[in-house]
Protein backbone atom coordinates (compact mmCIF):
# COMPACT_ATOMS: atom_id res chain seq x y z
CA UNK A 1 0.00 0.00 0.00
CA UNK A 2 1.65 3.25 -1.00
CA UNK A 3 -0.12 5.31 1.18
CA UNK A 4 -2.02 7.62 -1.91
CA UNK A 5 -5.71 6.75 -2.19
CA UNK A 6 -7.89 7.33 -5.24
CA UNK A 7 -11.65 7.66 -5.27
CA UNK A 8 -13.87 6.13 -7.22
CA UNK A 9 -12.00 2.88 -8.07
CA UNK A 10 -14.13 2.74 -11.39
CA UNK A 11 -16.32 4.96 -13.36
CA UNK A 12 -18.46 4.55 -16.29
CA UNK A 13 -20.13 7.33 -17.97
CA UNK A 14 -21.01 8.63 -21.11
CA UNK A 15 -20.12 11.24 -23.97
CA UNK A 16 -20.35 14.53 -23.31
CA UNK A 17 -20.26 14.26 -19.68
CA UNK A 18 -18.05 15.56 -16.88
CA UNK A 19 -16.36 13.67 -14.39
CA UNK A 20 -14.28 14.37 -11.22
CA UNK A 21 -11.25 12.27 -10.10
CA UNK A 22 -10.23 12.50 -6.55
CA UNK A 23 -6.72 11.74 -4.95
CA UNK A 24 -5.03 12.05 -1.53
CA UNK A 25 -1.66 11.93 -1.29
CA UNK A 26 0.90 10.37 1.35
CA UNK A 27 0.89 12.13 5.09
CA UNK A 28 3.52 14.67 4.48
CA UNK A 29 3.64 14.73 0.84
CA UNK A 30 3.47 18.20 -0.92
CA UNK A 31 3.25 16.94 -4.47
CA UNK A 32 0.74 15.30 -6.53
CA UNK A 33 1.35 14.22 -9.68
CA UNK A 34 -1.13 12.85 -12.54
CA UNK A 35 -0.93 10.65 -15.14
CA UNK A 36 -3.25 8.78 -17.74
CA UNK A 37 -2.19 4.69 -19.08
CA UNK A 38 -3.78 3.70 -21.95
CA UNK A 39 -3.31 0.73 -23.92
CA UNK A 40 -1.99 3.33 -26.93
CA UNK A 41 -0.36 6.21 -25.08
CA UNK A 42 0.79 4.30 -22.17
CA UNK A 43 1.45 6.11 -19.20
CA UNK A 44 2.01 9.52 -19.83
CA UNK A 45 2.05 13.02 -17.36
CA UNK A 46 -0.63 15.25 -17.26
CA UNK A 47 0.16 17.99 -14.56
CA UNK A 48 1.62 18.54 -11.14
CA UNK A 49 0.83 20.63 -8.05
CA UNK A 50 2.63 21.65 -5.64
CA UNK A 51 1.74 22.89 -2.07
CA UNK A 52 -1.88 23.98 -4.19
CA UNK A 53 -0.01 25.61 -7.04
CA UNK A 54 0.77 24.09 -10.88
CA UNK A 55 4.30 23.43 -10.64
CA UNK A 56 4.46 21.20 -14.07
CA UNK A 57 2.18 20.52 -17.09
CA UNK A 58 2.51 17.70 -19.92
CA UNK A 59 -0.03 16.18 -22.06
CA UNK A 60 -2.81 17.65 -20.73
CA UNK A 61 -6.11 18.07 -22.96
CA UNK A 62 -7.66 21.67 -22.66
CA UNK A 63 -10.66 19.62 -21.48
CA UNK A 64 -8.94 18.31 -18.56
CA UNK A 65 -8.21 20.80 -15.20
CA UNK A 66 -7.27 20.02 -12.01
CA UNK A 67 -6.67 21.70 -8.82
CA UNK A 68 -5.14 21.19 -5.30
CA UNK A 69 -6.70 22.36 -1.91
CA UNK A 70 -5.14 23.43 1.06
CA UNK A 71 -5.54 20.00 2.55
CA UNK A 72 -3.11 18.93 -0.29
CA UNK A 73 -5.66 16.81 -1.72
CA UNK A 74 -6.51 16.86 -5.55
CA UNK A 75 -9.02 16.55 -8.15
CA UNK A 76 -8.54 16.10 -11.99
CA UNK A 77 -11.69 17.58 -13.45
CA UNK A 78 -12.55 15.76 -17.34
CA UNK A 79 -15.65 17.36 -19.31
CA UNK A 80 -16.92 16.52 -22.66
CA UNK A 81 -15.61 12.94 -22.41
CA UNK A 82 -14.74 11.13 -25.92
CA UNK A 83 -14.01 7.80 -26.00
CA UNK A 84 -10.57 8.24 -26.32
CA UNK A 85 -10.07 9.05 -22.92
CA UNK A 86 -11.33 5.74 -21.41
CA UNK A 87 -8.22 4.70 -19.40
CA UNK A 88 -6.54 4.03 -15.89
CA UNK A 89 -5.93 7.44 -14.08
CA UNK A 90 -3.03 7.51 -11.83
CA UNK A 91 -2.57 10.01 -8.50
CA UNK A 92 0.94 9.77 -7.28
CA UNK A 93 2.40 11.83 -4.95
CA UNK A 94 6.16 13.00 -3.48
CA UNK A 95 7.49 15.05 -0.49
CA UNK A 96 8.36 17.91 -2.61
CA UNK A 97 9.61 19.09 -6.45
CA UNK A 98 12.94 18.29 -7.85
CA UNK A 99 13.59 14.59 -7.87
CA UNK A 100 11.59 12.74 -5.76
CA UNK A 101 10.53 9.25 -5.29
CA UNK A 102 7.13 9.20 -6.44
CA UNK A 103 4.30 7.25 -4.81
CA UNK A 104 0.98 5.80 -6.64
CA UNK A 105 -1.82 5.29 -6.22
CA UNK A 106 -4.30 2.35 -7.09
CA UNK A 107 -5.80 4.13 -10.01
CA UNK A 108 -9.45 5.72 -11.29
CA UNK A 109 -10.46 3.27 -14.64
CA UNK A 110 -12.38 5.39 -16.43
CA UNK A 111 -14.86 3.85 -19.11
CA UNK A 112 -16.43 6.53 -21.56
CA UNK A 113 -19.30 5.11 -23.45
CA UNK B 1 7.85 12.10 -30.26
CA UNK B 2 9.30 9.20 -28.09
CA UNK B 3 11.66 10.09 -25.95
CA UNK B 4 12.18 7.28 -24.06
CA UNK B 5 12.26 3.64 -25.92
CA UNK B 6 12.10 0.38 -24.15
CA UNK B 7 12.54 -3.28 -25.45
CA UNK B 8 11.37 -6.12 -25.73
CA UNK B 9 7.99 -5.48 -25.27
CA UNK B 10 7.36 -8.69 -23.81
CA UNK B 11 9.28 -11.58 -22.16
CA UNK B 12 8.87 -14.36 -21.01
CA UNK B 13 12.08 -16.40 -18.41
CA UNK B 14 12.54 -19.59 -16.62
CA UNK B 15 12.65 -19.58 -12.97
CA UNK B 16 16.19 -18.58 -11.78
CA UNK B 17 17.28 -17.21 -15.09
CA UNK B 18 18.39 -13.59 -16.00
CA UNK B 19 15.44 -11.23 -17.43
CA UNK B 20 17.00 -8.51 -19.09
CA UNK B 21 15.21 -5.22 -20.08
CA UNK B 22 16.59 -2.33 -22.53
CA UNK B 23 15.84 1.48 -22.65
CA UNK B 24 17.27 4.24 -24.67
CA UNK B 25 16.46 7.77 -23.98
CA UNK B 26 17.30 11.09 -26.33
CA UNK B 27 17.17 14.06 -24.06
CA UNK B 28 20.60 14.16 -22.62
CA UNK B 29 19.09 16.69 -20.14
CA UNK B 30 17.75 13.51 -18.49
CA UNK B 31 19.41 13.07 -15.20
CA UNK B 32 17.49 10.55 -13.55
CA UNK B 33 16.23 6.92 -14.76
CA UNK B 34 13.89 5.11 -12.51
CA UNK B 35 12.49 1.50 -13.53
CA UNK B 36 8.88 1.01 -11.87
CA UNK B 37 7.33 -2.55 -11.41
CA UNK B 38 3.50 -2.75 -12.11
CA UNK B 39 1.04 -5.75 -10.92
CA UNK B 40 -2.34 -6.08 -12.31
CA UNK B 41 -4.85 -3.91 -10.84
CA UNK B 42 -2.16 -2.02 -8.94
CA UNK B 43 -0.03 1.27 -9.52
CA UNK B 44 3.59 1.53 -10.59
CA UNK B 45 5.94 1.26 -7.59
CA UNK B 46 9.22 2.08 -7.91
CA UNK B 47 11.84 -0.52 -8.14
CA UNK B 48 15.15 1.04 -8.37
CA UNK B 49 16.70 4.29 -9.63
CA UNK B 50 19.91 5.53 -10.96
CA UNK B 51 21.42 8.98 -11.48
CA UNK B 52 23.82 9.17 -14.75
CA UNK B 53 27.03 10.01 -12.43
CA UNK B 54 27.27 5.82 -12.25
CA UNK B 55 27.33 3.05 -14.43
CA UNK B 56 25.65 0.37 -12.34
CA UNK B 57 23.57 0.50 -9.50
CA UNK B 58 22.66 -3.14 -7.81
CA UNK B 59 19.74 -3.81 -5.08
CA UNK B 60 19.00 -7.17 -4.06
CA UNK B 61 18.77 -8.96 -7.46
CA UNK B 62 17.73 -5.95 -9.01
CA UNK B 63 20.77 -4.04 -11.33
CA UNK B 64 20.38 -0.50 -13.48
CA UNK B 65 23.54 -0.70 -15.64
CA UNK B 66 23.55 2.84 -17.36
CA UNK B 67 25.89 4.08 -20.08
CA UNK B 68 25.95 7.31 -20.27
CA UNK B 69 27.15 8.21 -23.80
CA UNK B 70 24.89 5.64 -25.91
CA UNK B 71 22.25 6.51 -23.87
CA UNK B 72 20.79 3.53 -22.74
CA UNK B 73 20.33 2.01 -19.64
CA UNK B 74 18.60 -1.32 -18.88
CA UNK B 75 17.15 -3.67 -16.19
CA UNK B 76 18.72 -6.92 -14.96
CA UNK B 77 16.58 -9.48 -12.72
CA UNK B 78 19.20 -12.59 -11.52
CA UNK B 79 17.11 -15.49 -10.65
CA UNK B 80 14.09 -13.94 -11.55
CA UNK B 81 11.53 -15.50 -10.04
CA UNK B 82 7.46 -16.04 -10.68
CA UNK B 83 6.11 -13.04 -8.37
CA UNK B 84 8.40 -10.58 -10.38
CA UNK B 85 5.72 -11.28 -13.22
CA UNK B 86 4.91 -8.02 -13.85
CA UNK B 87 5.30 -5.30 -16.36
CA UNK B 88 8.32 -3.11 -16.04
CA UNK B 89 8.52 0.49 -17.03
CA UNK B 90 11.73 2.43 -17.55
CA UNK B 91 11.58 6.03 -17.13
CA UNK B 92 13.44 9.65 -17.30
CA UNK B 93 13.30 13.00 -15.62
CA UNK B 94 14.79 16.29 -15.52
CA UNK B 95 15.42 18.39 -12.61
CA UNK B 96 14.06 21.24 -13.05
CA UNK B 97 10.85 23.59 -11.04
CA UNK B 98 8.93 23.84 -14.00
CA UNK B 99 9.18 21.42 -17.45
CA UNK B 100 7.18 18.93 -19.08
CA UNK B 101 9.95 16.51 -18.56
CA UNK B 102 8.35 15.03 -15.35
CA UNK B 103 8.84 10.95 -15.72
CA UNK B 104 8.99 10.51 -19.29
CA UNK B 105 7.80 6.01 -19.15
CA UNK B 106 8.87 3.95 -21.89
CA UNK B 107 6.24 1.91 -23.12
CA UNK B 108 6.76 -1.13 -21.11
CA UNK B 109 7.58 -4.51 -20.75
CA UNK B 110 5.58 -7.35 -19.83
CA UNK B 111 7.67 -10.17 -17.98
CA UNK B 112 6.36 -13.83 -17.34
CA UNK B 113 8.69 -16.08 -15.18
CA UNK B 114 7.39 -19.35 -15.71
CA UNK B 115 8.49 -22.45 -12.71
Known amino acids: DSGVTQTPKHLITATGQRVTLRCSPR?????VYWYQQSLDQGLQFLIQYYNGEERAKGNILERFSAQQFPDLHSELNLSSLELGDSALYFC????????????FGPGTRLTVT | QQQVKQSPQSLIVQKGGISIINCAYE??????FPWYQQFPGKGPALLIAIRPDVSEKKEGRFTISFNKSAKQFSLHIMDSQPGDSATYFCAAERDSDYNTDKLIFGTGTRLQVFP
Open chain 1, 27 to 31: SGDLS
Open chain 1, 92 to 103: ASSAGTGLYEQY
Open chain 2, 27 to 32: NTAFDY
